[in-house]
């Protein structure tokens, strides 16, 4: 989908530069004029000042999207008034004939039905108004229709009514990656959810279970393990945010083997290696939780001696390179690459492939796990989390209230 608007701007954008080139022709700034020929001038003034108008427009159509960008599709029209509106009132209106906003709204029922364009004189009792012909070029999204572009001026003209109409093309392309990037954050709020379901009943039942068993043996360890209970649990199905850092992340990753290691005792040890500089970095909540759980999960069952984890965490320049190995049973890699893929649910609900998937979508794929096992020889999961990432902030920390 991705690839076709791509593809669907590329193609939209000569047209623009045509049409720019021969309104603002007389209008070229001095300093372009002997660099290249005229239609690579409007070629490059043409696709800065797109490059100008799309990032508020990938937010969706609001007032403060529509006041952003308004200027800068004006300048792709050459006209002397625009207007952006959305189903039930002007957004925007950028240039001169301001007082037409009620007369324009009054138009657009046709269009904003039947997802037409059209094009129609106005009457206007200023005379010394220009804004005398208007042209109406939808807005869809999948068949949708959001609003209308507006473009003004002092007569009919079919060029304006082909340019305006490439512009809302463009702009409905805008508008439909701005859904496509709000249906990814749904989904990855919908992940996140299933990763919560995921958390398994038995971890539950088994701390509870582990921390009854202290009651009256040991008041003070019972307390203590209920409080590491509360505190993951409480991390677990917090509200807000769908980052954390990764200090965040060990904490409750901390809590967590308490309670683990309150069930099998000197089975289990933990080794953390942790470089201070990382803790701050942002990361998908709940994204190292489910594989130290995979970790504990794969190295205790079937195995009657110890398990062993370790946790590092390393700054890699860019990056900070997370570790997480067992010495326990190990995969079928064949079995794994099923279980990433999708094809097979992993047993225990442990959620290895919804990390994954989150860490493709927030990064790209280079930056899915890497995660070396086989059959008796254990199990190591790699994550490369950049320091740095466009939209990836954290929430703050949560504190005990």
């Given amino acids: ?37 005229p239609v690579e001038h409007a070629t490059f003034e043409t696709l800065h000042t797109a490059s100008l ?16 960008s308004a200027r800068r599709l004006r300048t792709l029209l050459g006209t002397d008034a625009l207007c952006l509106t959305d189903q039930k009132a ?21 269009p904003l039905e039947t997802g037409r364009g059209e094009a129609f004189p106005l009457t206007c009792d200023h005379l010394d108004c220009t804004v005398r012909w208007a042209v109406v070029a939808p807005l869809t ?5 959001h609003g209308t572009l507006v473009a003004f001026g002092p007569h009919e003209s079919a060029v304006l009514v082909r340019a305006a109409g490439e512009v809302a093309r463009w702009i409905s392309v805008q508008l439909e990656l701005a859904d496509l990037d709000q249906s990814r954050t749904r989904l990855i709020e919908a ?16 701390s509870l279970a582990v921390i009854a068993s202290f009651v009256r043996t040991d008041p003070e360890r019972a307390r203590e393990l209920l409080l590491e209970f509360a505190d993951f649990t409480r991390y677990s199905f917090r509200r807000h945010g769908d980052f954390t850092t990764l200090a965040d992340e060990l904490h409750a990753i901390d809590h967590y083997l308490a309670l683990v290691r309150a069930r099998f005792g000197d089975r ?94 927030v990064y790209g794929d280079d930056h899915g796990l890497v995660i070396e096992t086989a059959i008796g020889a254990g199990m190591k999961i790699t994550a490369r989390l950049p320091k740095y990432q466009p939209g990836v902030h954290s929430a703050g920390r949560l504190s005990r209230e």
Avoid: Y
């Avoid at 701007?9 to 021969?22: D, E, N, S, Y």
């Avoid at 925007?92 to 046709?110: K, S, T």
């Avoid at 992940?191 to 379901?197: D, Q, S």
């Fill in 90 to 110: 002007v957004l925007v209106w950028d240039g001169i004939g301001g007082h037409h906003r009620a007369q324009i709204m009054e138009r657009l029922a046709g």
């Fill in 53 to 68: 108008a799309a990032p508020p427009l990938r937010a969706g159509l609001t007032e403060e999207t529509a006041a952003k």
């Fill in 268 to 361: 289990l040890s933990v080794t953390l290696q942790i470089a201070p500089e990382v803790l701050p970095v942002a990361l998908p909540f709940l994204c190292l939780q489910p594989l130290v759980e995979n970790a504990v999960k794969h190295g205790l069952e079937g195995k009657a001696d110890k398990a062993h984890i370790s946790i590092t965490a390393q700054d890699a320049g860019a990056e900070a390179l997370v570790v997480i190995e067992d010495d326990g049973t190990g995969m079928d890699p064949a079995v794994l690459r099923r279980i990433l893929a999708g094809e097979v649910s992993p047993s225990g609900g442990i959620g290895l492939s919804n990390v994954d998937d989150r860490l493709r979508q």
């Fill in 191 to 206: 992940e996140i959810k299933a990763l919560r379901a995921q958390i398994s009943p038995h971890f539950i039942f088994n």
């Fill in 1 to 37: 989908m991705s690839g076709f608007l791509a593809g669907l701007c590329v193609a939209i954008l000569p047209l623009l530069a045509a049409g720019f080139w021969l309104g603002r022709r007389t209008a070229r700034p001095e300093s372009l004029r002997g660099l290249g020929t």
């Fill in 141 to 145: 999204v999948d068949d949708r229709i």
